[in-house]
Structure formats: C-alpha cells, structure tokens
C-alpha cells in the first residue's frame, strides 16, 4: 500500500516536469502563456527537485523499516520455537512414561545410596565460593544440598520432578519445583554458585550451551560453576550408567564441556574424575615373575597393553568440570 502511495506521487510530480515546456495559443497571448510557464517551472522546479528527493528518503527509509521488521518478526518465530521447546525441557522426568512408572523410585534403585552419593560429593565443598549462595539445579534427592547445610552453606535446589522436590521438603531442604531456564531468567537478583549432578546427559548439546550461558549472564563474578555427570571415555560408565536410565539423551565428552566453558568466558577450568570402578571388577594383571628375563619381558608389555585396556574399559563412572566467573 505503502508502495503504491508513494508511485501516485511520484507520477502527479512526474507532470510537473512538463511545465516549461507547454506551448499552446497564438500571438501575444501565446508569449505571455509561455513566459508564465517558464516563469512559474523556474520557481517550482527546485521545490519539485527537493520534494521528488524527500520522497525518495522516504521510500527507502521506509523500505529498510520493512526489512527490520521482517528480521524482527523472524526473531519472534525463533524466540517463540526457543520458549516452547524451553517449556518443554525435563531435566530429571521424561514425559510420557507408562502409567506406573516412578522414576523417583527408579533413581533410587539404580542410582546408589543416598549416603553413597554424599560421600563422592563432599569433595565439591573445596572449590565453591563460601561468599555466595550455592544453586543445585536438578536436585533430586538432595543429597548435596543435605551435605551443603550441614557445611554451613545458603543454598536451594530446583526440580522438574514433583515426587523430588516433595521428597527435598521433606527433609526440610529449600527447594521448588521449577524447569531450569525459565527459574534463571526470572531471578530479579544474581545466580551465586550453579551445582549440576548427572543432569546434563538429560539434554542436548543446544539446550546445554544455552543453560551454561543463562547462568553465565546471572553468576555473580567469582562463583563457582560445576557440573557433573558421566564420563563418556568409559565403556563401563556407558553401559551401566548411561544405558540404563530411559530419559538419558546423550553423552558429553569433558573435552566439549570444557571448549564450552572456555567459550563462554569461565576462567581457572578444572576437570576431576571421580568414582573409580571397584579393582575387582577391573581386569587383573599378571603379577607373578616366571624367571625368565624374556618371559616377563613380555609379561611386562602384556600388562603395559592390559593397563591402556582397563582405562579405556573401566574409567572412572563420572567427572566434573567446574569454571570461575
């Protein structure tokens, strides 16, 4: 429409061009016509001049406004995509379970004790900044956030699922059930430490990059954050860990987790690996010497390959990466 108003214009100014050179009539009267024309399109012409130009800024001003708002309503089909699959993200629940399934009760089983899960966490109370609040998103049981009263620390915990956030209450720990994007962006006030445990592996790499930079954006400068979750260079971690639990999505290589990191502006990056796999279940070396220097000169290289075998088989189940604001 826009368009349209603006060529009518162009067209009825387009007429004016032809003043001057009008002639019609004769004789004396014919002379005085011709002289006013000529006149009145010498007076008029730099009007029609900076008009046709006015009109021309306009035409592409209001051009360009059309392509800004064609990118702006671009940008709102992406962010309104971005909410829904936002709203759509569990991070301990995998909707559309069959009725009777209870995944709170599937995590204790296959999870391990909850006094087992405190005593591989109390180390993570080393490297978080005392001065501020400590967040555990995907809280689950509670086990950290037990062991971080007991510290002494300030700290709540989220949930997407309702029977943990109950179970939290319960013990008297400070958590609501809340999906972890949507919690962040609402806070009015700075993130302080962010605790991650075995939550990651729930989402994809998009939805991890985007929950890492959301609490980059909030973190007070000098808190902590840390995730943890399943080593992937372990074959074991992945075939009992990993593969057990439905609502799993996939595994994330520290080496991705740290470029993440680094990316993003986190500082002092530490990587430490953690819950080692029981030696008896690892692969047993040979220790007796035969007593012949070729013997257990091959020995030796046997149990050098059988050591690279058992890291590779039986890593540790888990690391943790962790970066300062």
Not at 204 to 221: F, G, P, R, V
């Amino acid at each position: 429409m826009f368009e349209n108003r603006v060529t009518d214009i162009e067209n009825r100014l387009a007429s004016y061009k032809n003043i001057g050179k009008h002639r019609g009539g004769r004789g004396f009267f014919k002379k005085v016509k011709d002289l006013y024309c000529s006149v009145l399109f010498f007076i008029l012409k730099p009007l029609l001049n900076y008009q046709n130009a006015y009109n021309q800024a306009v035409y592409e001003h209001s051009l360009e406004l059309k392509g800004r708002i064609d990118r702006l309503e671009r940008d709102l089909k992406a962010f309104r995509r971005l909410e829904e699959r936002v709203g759509g993200l569990e991070y301990k629940l995998l909707t559309g379970f069959p009725p009777g399934f209870d995944y709170a009760k599937f995590e204790d089983k296959f999870r391990g004790d909850e006094e087992l899960v405190k005593g591989r966490q109390r180390a993570y109370l080393d490297y978080l900044n005392r001065e501020f609040e400590v967040l555990d998103i995907g809280c689950g049981r509670g086990e950290f956030l037990e062991i971080l009263k007991e510290a002494g620390f300030r700290a709540r915990g989220i949930d997407s699922s309702p029977q943990m956030v109950a179970r939290c209450r319960a013990k008297g720990l400070d958590v609501e059930q809340a999906e972890a994007l949507g919690y962040i962006s609402s806070r009015k006030d700075n993130l302080g430490n962010v605790f991650l445990s075995q939550v990651v592996e729930h989402m994809d790499y998009k939805d991890i990059y985007t929950l890492i930079k959301s609490c980059w954006e909030k973190m007070a400068k000098e808190s902590l954050l840390l995730i943890e979750t399943i080593n992937p260079n372990s074959f074991y971690a992945q075939s009992r860990a990993y593969v057990i639990d439905p609502t799993h999505v996939g595994l994330v290589s520290p080496e991705t987790l740290s470029y993440t990191f680094d990316k993003i502006g986190f500082r002092n990056l530490r990587i430490i690996y953690k819950s080692p796999v029981p030696r008896k279940d690892r692969l047993a070396l040979v220790t007796q010497e035969i007593g012949d220097k070729r013997l257990d000169r091959a020995i030796s290289k046997i149990n050098d390959d059988l050591k690279k075998i058992d890291d590779i088989i039986f890593g540790n189940l888990e690391y943790a990466i962790m970066g300062v604001k």
